[in-house]
């Protein structure tokens, strides 16, 4: 997958230093992956979801950090293209507002 953009990644691990390993190793996964759809992406990832946003478009959310932070992505199979949207604590997650943005 080409993962898009890893600076997001970056920018959160700066102000969350506890994310930063586990990011990294979320990232070397997914830039290596070839996955074709979400049940193959559940083969490595078990708990990522799918959610609607506002625009009702689907996005992906990876548990990372052992369930402490979570990535939101578009994932485009056919593409193989994976854009990284939001990156946040369980906290700004569970208050939802996110959805709103997408």
Known sequence: MNVITRKRIRDFAER???AATAL???Y???RKAKWRNLAELRLIYPNADLAT???ENKVTVFNV???KYRLIAAV???AQR???LRILTHA???KGDWKAAL
């Open 16 to 18: 969350h230093a506890d």
């Open 24 to 26: 990294e190793s979320w």
């Open 28 to 30: 070397r996964v997914a």
């Open 53 to 55: 946003v506002a625009s």
């Open 65 to 67: 950090g052992g369930n």
């Open 76 to 78: 485009h199979y056919k």
């Open 82 to 84: 994976l854009y990284v």
């Open 92 to 94: 700004q997650y569970d």
